[in-house]
């Protein structure tokens, strides 16, 4: 068992970070969580760039190192924590080589083509208006990607020595702006995402009763991605796209069993303005107290000046008769 501290680098409503926030739960692998704002771009912050250069989350630190990548992190602390449940199978088992590879399955979904794509295509979700509760902040994001192109400007200039780092994450940015804004793009990565699901579909067919697991009796990683992409999609509202009304009543089955999950109730089933915006004003709350303080202080003192109770030439005085 690793003693060393391990920080999670995280927002509550990112999909990478909700794989490893449930993997740590789900392990029960304490940790020390460490809120950072996507929204506001916080991740393009020098001081991040620094820590994981390509400016996403989630990121780990453990033993004084950093390491990036979702998939990267849940192999890292299974080799760093040794406590059961292990959720990858001992190596050279079968059931191994079908987790991972039901994990480079899940992973071949563009997730972000899907839901931000849709935004901007709504008639491709043949069903109308969306009605997921992420779907409001879902849509101010999309709209409001692309305007981070100045903040990176910005933290360029604040810091040469990262230019080709912020150079990179620019160029990054705008294929990946590109691909949600082309319609054809956005019908590849949805047909994509049905033929992942028809075989996973298959797969949990064929297990036997008491098998609740895609690979067997026993939750492992690949369970961990398919239960956020499962969360994912239902909570931008397109989950009917998928398995609703028994298009494919396994994946539904395996849905329903989710929902009565702890573990992905506390990861997934987050409340926007509780698990999003408290953190944040919960972070800020320093400053924002701080800055309360002088406002209040200052509106005090301007009414008592006003109503003629606050001398400045007696404080003057008695300033300089204290010196
Ligand atoms: N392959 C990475 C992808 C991480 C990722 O795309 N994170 C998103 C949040 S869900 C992010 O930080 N996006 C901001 C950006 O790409 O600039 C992983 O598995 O962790």
Redesign the pocket.
Known sequence: MAIEELTLYY?PG????Q?VLFYLRARSIPFKGRYVN?LLGE??EPWYMRMNP?????VIKHRGGYL????AIMQYLEKEYDTPPKLLPAASTPQREEALRFTDLINSIKI?VITYGIISFPHLSQGGMLVGKFQKLMEWRAKSMGQYTPFLERYKAKSPDLEDVYNQ?EK??SE?YAQFRDEATVQRAIDGAQNVLDELEDTLGKRKEGECWLCGPDMTVADVNLAILIGRLDSAGIGYMFWKNGKRPNIEAYFHRLKKNDVYKAVCEINPFLGIFLPLVKKKLPSILGISAVLAMIAVAVYFWRKGEIDLNTIVEKVQFWK
Do not use: H, M
């Open positions: 927002f990112s999909y990478y970070s794989r996507i991740t393009y390509k400016g996403q989350v989630p990036a990548d979702s998939c972000e994450k990054d940015l990946f």
